[in-house]
């Protein structure tokens, strides 16, 4: 590893191949956080996408070879079935000195490795809410990349949410998870605004306390510390109203739905990784 040449982490440039919106989120991430300058982002497009980034001073190419030339760290956010060709068409120019991250979901990093020629290459596993810098991503790092490509890329990332360090053996639970998650948590505030006008309360109202009451919980399981049973026994008086509904929701197995939920979403992206 002592002959890799080190990315300049106060320095690099980076550069997208794929402009779709998850790109677009960690750009503007990158940029409103500071860690990186517009400047020092590039991607390619010919269409429409392009509007989006130039709005925020990405500089647009024409072509993706223009791309992996300029910068040197380079994130593949494609579509899953045209990750292959994407990576293949531009292997020439792949070389060592550069740090490729694949943010394509299912495809593995001994796939990725074998279509750019090295392993020095790094899997995200971001998901949605990084639109509103509030993402969930995991990083699993190829055989190839260094500790301080990690740092960049955990940096990068930590630009539009959290971030974790895990075996990729653990990815398609972690899609079964945060990556399919925010839907189920859609499905939550959706039902329990429609609990809430049956009960009586306007629509808008009910979706607006709906939406606030699952992101407090949420900010409060992650900023006190405590067990999500604790925060809930907190909250949950004896014979009042909270436990009432709590045995309403146990009563209709809605924890093991959920557990459910997140083991079909695995052995589903097990499924598609496998093919």
């Known amino acids: 590893m002592s002959s890799v040449q080190p990315i300049p982490a106060d320095t690099y440039k980076l550069g997208f191949i794929g402009a779709g919106k998850m790109a677009e989120s960690i750009a503007k991430g990158a940029i409103k956080s500071g860690v990186l300058p517009a400047s020092r982002i590039q991607t390619a497009h010919k269409g429409a996408r392009r509007a989006a980034f130039e709005s925020i001073g990405v500089s647009v190419a024409q072509h993706n070879n223009q791309v992996v030339e300029n910068c040197d760290v380079v994130i593949f956010s494609v579509k899953p079935q045209v990750a292959k060709d994407a990576i293949s068409q531009l292997r020439p120019l792949l070389s060592e000195k550069k740090l490729l991250v694949s943010v394509a979901a299912g495809i593995k990093l001994k796939d990725l490795q074998e279509w750019a020629g090295h392993d020095r290459f790094i899997r995200v596993m971001p998901n949605t809410p990084s639109a509103v810098g509030e993402g969930a991503s995991v990083m699993s790092l190829g055989a190839g990349a260094t500790q301080e490509d990690g740092e960049i890329i955990a940096k990068l990332f930590g630009a539009v949410g959290k971030v974790w360090k895990a075996e990729e053996k653990?990815?398609?639970?972690?899609?079964?998870?945060?990556?399919?998650?925010?839907?189920?948590?859609?499905?939550?505030?959706?039902?329990?605004?429609?609990?809430?006008?049956?009960?009586?309360?306007?629509?808008?109202?009910?979706?607006?306390?709906?939406?606030?009451?699952?992101?407090?919980?949420?900010?409060?399981?992650?900023?006190?510390?405590?067990?999500p049973g604790q925060l809930k026994d907190d909250v949950t008086s004896p014979g009042g109203t909270t436990i009432a509904g709590v045995h309403e929701l146990e009563k209709s197995g809605f924890r093991g739905i959920l557990m459910n939920a997140v083991v079909a979403a695995t052995k589903r992206s097990r499924e598609l990784s496998q093919n």
């Open 170 to 227: 653990l990815f398609d639970a972690v899609t079964g998870l945060s990556g399919s998650g925010p839907a189920y948590i859609y499905l939550v505030i959706e039902a329990l605004a429609d609990g809430a006008v049956a009960a009586g309360l306007p629509r808008e109202l009910a979706l607006g306390l709906a939406s606030q009451t699952v992101l407090g919980a949420a900010s409060m399981a992650t900023q006190t510390g405590k067990h």
